[in-house]
């Protein structure tokens, strides 16, 4: 059952604050399509969400660890293989309300922590961490 237009645009309107919410994160439209935001660190541009609309919901595509993939997506019926993305290291994730809140909000925030710019301090000369 697909949702109604204010609840679409709630949806969408959650994700893409809690998404900009965390640090250094931006909001993009590099598809030059509205339906796809693309959200990623403003320091290094990798992009840790993408939010669309797909068959009458919203989904989030959102990095995982490899070996959690599979956990997540036994766990949740929303979690789903990523759309238009690699399957190993992706997931998609149904806004459909079968999702806690609160595993939503861990997903996201993981994938935020996995694509962050490195921490190290880098040497220009030889771009190996600083000693």
Same mark, same amino acid.
Request: with cysteine.
């Given at each position: 059952?697909?949702?109604?237009?204010? #609840?679409? @645009?709630?949806? !969408? &309107?959650?994700?893409?604050? /809690?998404?900009?919410?965390? %640090?250094?994160?931006?909001?993009?439209?590099?598809?030059?399509?509205?339906?796809? #935001?693309? @959200?990623?660190? !403003? &320091?290094?541009?990798?992009? /840790?969400?993408?939010?669309? %609309?797909?068959?009458?919901?919203?989904?989030?595509?959102?990095?995982?660890?490899?070996?959690?993939?599979?956990?997540?997506?036994?766990?949740?019926?929303?979690?789903?293989?990523?759309?238009?993305?690699?399957?190993?290291?992706?997931?998609?994730?149904?806004?459909?309300?079968?999702?806690?809140?609160?595993?939503?909000?861990?997903?996201?925030?993981?994938?935020?922590?996995?694509?962050?710019?490195?921490?190290?301090?880098?040497?220009?000369?030889?771009?190996?961490?600083?000693?």
């Amino acid at each position: 059952m697909s949702r109604q237009p204010d #609840a679409l @645009m709630a949806a !969408r &309107a959650w994700a893409l604050a /809690f998404c900009s919410s965390l %640090e250094g994160a931006y909001e993009d439209y590099p598809f030059h399509d509205p339906n796809w #935001a693309v @959200m990623r660190h !403003r &320091a290094n541009q990798k992009t /840790f969400a993408l939010i669309f %609309e797909r068959q009458g919901h919203i989904w989030i595509n959102v990095k995982a660890e490899p070996q959690w993939v599979d956990f997540w997506r036994s766990t949740y019926a929303a979690v789903l293989p990523a759309y238009h993305m690699n399957k190993q290291h992706w997931v998609s994730i149904v806004l459909d309300g079968s999702i806690p809140r609160k595993a939503l909000c861990r997903l996201i925030e993981e994938s935020h922590a996995l694509t962050a710019p490195h921490s190290a301090k880098r040497n220009p000369r030889t771009s190996r961490p600083a000693p």
